[in-house]
């Protein structure tokens, strides 16, 4: 059965649950207390095999290692900078490698005061030509051998500067008790300049997940409200924004991005000026902590109604403004305003209601096509894109999820197609897709990212960048965003399965793997039992519902007859994309040795040291059925 089909059908089976809506569609449980504990915490690895990941565009490694302390334990390399963002890239050096129980190394800012003993000077330096050449995220590393080795490490800005100390970290390991550096002469800069990632960092933790993000090159973490609200700041989203802050101020590297759903809680009345004041004070309250960019959100949440499009819940702003995209673009070009006078330097991204073809209430609008509804489905859909394209300051990114909710292929003709629906304005993708990867879950567990796109999409895209609507810093999910982030630097050189396995081995050791993608496959086994014998029994109640219909109309209009065919032909595919059930009893014995299984393979992952891990993995578990009342 097809994507299209699926969605459609689970489209008719649960409609109220808005399974295709875009915010959180993981529905991910609620946390677990263990997760907060300061005890439980993320496990670095060392690296083994000293390479950098993301794959550089340009790297020449060597065999040679070199120590960075004598015999004594005294170093044998220094750290020179000569301005502050120089400084910020050695404080990250060391700040990485410790995370690894390496000592630090020195840091110097005279040149008279280098010891004579060091064996190794690692220079960072601003590069004007990196900059003019490869963009302001670009970095070299050069190795220059004589009696004292001089390593230059170049960035065009200070992302660069600290993506060059973020690699040079991955250089080093312990041989022994030895910590080495590797020799390696490097070039790098990414396909996509906008790497951001949706997120929901835990206060306690955010500084750690902020080192493992400048740590492989991440470029944006996101922050909201519990809830996505647009008009308050709650703890915890308060408490994450103090932590960025401080983070920031000390390394940096990584940008804030803030997601505000206009319609989330109570919902905004734009041409209210106490709402508009409030809005642009949480976005100046985040921009004070850090955050540069916001987006705001009318995705999935505001009135609707058929033919019309989505309605403006306040009758004031019906008076004013003669349509939801009309009152956005008030909102936005507002913000932008206020942005420019008060030099806050904040980039905008902005989600409309209508962001794809497979639409919150129309469904698959391909199906209105040559039917009495066509235009009923697609002129709101147009108008409403064409005043946001005509109409939205030029400096805010439009945000889609290319034609389907979870677009897992997207051609040069898809993104022609919605440019063309903005008036010539190039949409920046919302991308779902990292949801879709397994079978009957959202879930994102040790998973590649893996999509078709048009080759160089980083230079086609809106905004030079990709959204991705994950749990950016999730346990779980972190394969998954290495890999992610891993496509999105290396563009069309990016291979999945060579990635995933570089991500895993990073991220739990070459000791752990098989047994972590063990339970990935018992869990996903006992997944796929449960859920194809719930399909399979729904397939039926849901073909009662649609023979009725056909009883109702007796086939006329046409039309409903032809729908009737629809629903018959999808019920169909549905109910035998999976196979007829076991009896009870097999089923029952099936999903008993399947649980026990994946427990005794969680008291293995704790054994390993993961228990941040372990704790996550049961919070997503499967519920095993209630066997007394299961068909």
Same mark, same amino acid.
Request: charged content about 25%.
């Given at each position: 059965?097809?994507?299209?089909?699926?969605?459609?059908?689970?489209?008719?089976?649960?409609?109220?649950?808005?399974?295709?809506?875009?915010?959180?569609?993981?529905?991910?449980?609620?946390?677990?207390?263990?997760?907060?504990?300061?005890?439980?915490?993320?496990?670095?690895?060392?690296?083994?095999?000293?390479?950098?990941?993301?794959?550089?565009?340009?790297?020449?490694?060597?065999?040679?290692?070199?120590?960075?302390?004598?015999?004594?334990?005294?170093?044998?390399?220094?750290?020179?900078?000569?301005?502050?963002?120089?400084?910020?890239?050695?404080?990250?050096?060391?700040?990485?490698?410790?995370?690894?129980?390496?000592?630090?190394?020195?840091?110097?800012?005279?040149?008279? =005061? !280098?010891?004579? @003993?060091?064996?190794? $000077?690692?220079?960072?330096?601003? #590069?004007?030509?990196? %900059? /003019?050449?490869?963009?302001?995220?670009?970095? =070299? !590393?050069?190795? @220059?051998?004589?009696? $004292?080795?001089?390593?230059?490490? #170049?960035?065009?800005? %200070? /992302?660069?500067?600290?993506?060059?100390?973020? =690699?040079?970290?991955?250089?080093?390991?312990?041989?022994?008790?030895?910590?080495?550096?590797?020799?390696?002469?490097?070039?790098?800069?990414?396909?996509?300049?906008?790497?951001?990632?949706?997120?929901?960092?835990?206060?306690?933790?955010?500084?750690?997940?902020?080192?493992?993000?400048?740590?492989?090159?991440?470029?944006?973490?996101?922050?909201?409200?519990?809830?996505?609200?647009?008009?308050?700041?709650?703890?915890?989203?308060?408490?994450?924004?103090?932590?960025?802050?401080?983070?920031?101020?000390?390394?940096?590297?990584?940008?804030?991005?803030?997601?505000?759903?206009?319609?989330?809680?109570?919902?905004?009345?734009?041409?209210?000026?106490?709402?508009?004041?409030?809005?642009?004070?949480?976005?100046?309250?985040?921009?004070?902590?850090?955050?540069?960019?916001?987006?705001?959100?009318?995705?999935?949440?505001?009135?609707?109604?058929?033919?019309?499009?989505?309605?403006?819940?306040?009758?004031?702003?019906?008076?004013?403004?003669?349509?939801?995209?009309?009152?956005?673009?008030?909102?936005?070009?507002?913000?932008?305003?206020?942005?420019?006078?008060?030099?806050?330097?904040?980039?905008?991204?902005?989600?409309?209601?209508?962001?794809?073809?497979?639409?919150?209430?129309?469904?698959?609008?391909?199906?209105?096509?040559?039917?009495?509804?066509?235009?009923?489905?697609?002129?709101?859909?147009?108008?409403?894109?064409?005043?946001?394209?005509?109409?939205?300051?030029?400096?805010?990114?439009?945000?889609?999820?290319?034609?389907?909710?979870?677009?897992?292929?997207?051609?040069?003709?898809?993104?022609?197609?919605?440019?063309?629906?903005?008036?010539?304005?190039?949409?920046?993708?919302?991308?779902?897709?990292?949801?879709?990867?397994?079978?009957?879950?959202?879930?994102?567990?040790?998973?590649?990212?893996?999509?078709?796109?048009?080759?160089?999409?980083?230079?086609?895209?809106?905004?030079?960048?990709?959204?991705?609507?994950?749990?950016?810093?999730?346990?779980?999910?972190?394969?998954?965003?290495?890999?992610?982030?891993?496509?999105?630097?290396?563009?069309?050189?990016?291979?999945?399965?060579?990635?995933?396995?570089?991500?895993?081995?990073?991220?739990?050791?070459?000791?752990?793997?098989?047994?972590?993608?063990?339970?990935?496959?018992?869990?996903?086994?006992?997944?796929?039992?449960?859920?194809?014998?719930?399909?399979?029994?729904?397939?039926?109640?849901?073909?009662?519902?649609?023979?009725?219909?056909?009883?109702?109309?007796?086939?006329?209009?046409?039309?409903?007859?032809?729908?009737?065919?629809?629903?018959?032909?999808?019920?169909?595919?549905?109910?035998?994309?999976?196979?007829?059930?076991?009896?009870?009893?097999?089923?029952?014995?099936?999903?008993?040795?399947?649980?026990?299984?994946?427990?005794?393979?969680?008291?293995?992952?704790?054994?390993?040291?993961?228990?941040?891990?372990?704790?996550?993995?049961?919070?997503?578990?499967?519920?095993?059925?209630?066997?007394?009342?299961?068909?």
């Amino acid at each position: 059965m097809s994507k299209k089909t699926f969605y459609i059908l689970l489209y008719l089976l649960a409609y109220s649950h808005s399974v295709i809506a875009q915010n959180d569609p993981a529905r991910p449980a609620p946390i677990d207390e263990r997760l907060i504990a300061d005890s439980v915490k993320f496990v670095w690895i060392e690296n083994k095999t000293a390479d950098i990941y993301p794959l550089p565009v340009e790297v020449k490694y060597s065999d040679r290692y070199y120590d960075l302390f004598d015999e004594n334990g005294k170093p044998a390399a220094v750290i020179f900078y000569s301005n502050k963002e120089g400084e910020r890239a050695a404080r990250t050096f060391n700040n990485l490698i410790q995370k690894f129980n390496y000592p630090a190394l020195p840091l110097i800012n005279n040149k008279n =005061s !280098i010891p004579p @003993n060091a064996r190794i $000077i690692f220079t960072f330096r601003n #590069s004007t030509e990196l %900059l /003019k050449k490869y963009g302001d995220q670009s970095y =070299s !590393i050069k190795w @220059n051998k004589g009696k $004292i080795i001089d390593v230059v490490l #170049s960035g065009a800005d %200070l /992302k660069g500067i600290l993506y060059s100390a973020a =690699s040079l970290s991955q250089l080093v390991i312990r041989n022994n008790s030895r910590i080495m550096i590797r020799e390696a002469d490097v070039t790098d800069y990414p396909s996509f300049k906008r790497r951001m990632f949706n997120s929901k960092p835990i206060p306690q933790h955010i500084q750690n997940d902020l080192d493992w993000m400048i740590h492989n090159k991440i470029e944006t973490i996101s922050f909201h409200n519990t809830d996505y609200t647009w008009d308050k700041l709650d703890d915890e989203l308060a408490a994450n924004l103090d932590q960025f802050s401080n983070w920031s101020q000390k390394f940096g590297g990584v940008e804030g991005l803030l997601l505000l759903n206009l319609y989330k809680g109570d919902p905004i009345e734009i041409s209210n000026k106490d709402h508009q004041l409030k809005i642009k004070n949480v976005i100046s309250t985040a921009r004070n902590k850090g955050v540069k960019r916001v987006m705001i959100l009318a995705d999935d949440t505001p009135p609707f109604k058929f033919g019309e499009g989505y309605i403006l819940p306040s009758q004031k702003d019906r008076e004013k403004f003669s349509t939801m995209a009309e009152a956005h673009v008030y909102l936005l070009n507002e913000l932008v305003r206020w942005n420019k006078n008060n030099k806050l330097n904040i980039e905008f991204f902005y989600c409309p209601a209508f962001y794809t073809y497979e639409e919150m209430h129309y469904g698959d609008m391909q199906l209105y096509i040559d039917t009495p509804w066509e235009d009923a489905a697609y002129k709101p859909l147009k108008r409403d894109l064409k005043i946001i394209g005509d109409k939205m300051n030029k400096d805010v990114q439009i945000m889609w999820t290319g034609p389907y909710v979870c677009t897992r292929t997207l051609t040069d003709e898809d993104l022609k197609d919605w440019t063309n629906n903005l008036s010539g304005r190039v949409p920046f993708l919302f991308d779902n897709s990292i949801f879709s990867e397994l079978d009957f879950t959202a879930r994102t567990m040790f998973t590649p990212y893996h999509n078709n796109f048009p080759s160089n999409f980083g230079s086609k895209t809106g905004g030079n960048g990709i959204f991705i609507n994950g749990d950016g810093v999730g346990e779980t999910s972190r394969a998954a965003t290495l890999t992610a982030n891993a496509y999105m630097w290396e563009g069309d050189s990016y291979n999945p399965t060579v990635s995933f396995f570089n991500a895993m081995v990073k991220l739990y050791g070459v000791e752990s793997v098989n047994t972590l993608l063990k339970y990935k496959e018992t869990e996903l086994q006992l997944v796929r039992e449960i859920k194809q014998r719930e399909i399979w029994f729904a397939a039926d109640e849901l073909w009662k519902s649609i023979r009725d219909t056909r009883f109702i109309t007796e086939k006329n209009p046409f039309h409903y007859h032809l729908n009737y065919g629809r629903f018959k032909a999808l019920r169909m595919q549905l109910k035998y994309s999976v196979p007829e059930p076991e009896d009870y009893e097999s089923f029952r014995i099936k999903c008993t040795e399947l649980d026990n299984k994946r427990w005794l393979l969680i008291d293995e992952i704790e054994k390993l040291s993961f228990k941040r891990l372990s704790y996550t993995l049961q919070m997503e578990m499967v519920k095993l059925p209630d066997f007394d009342n299961q068909k």
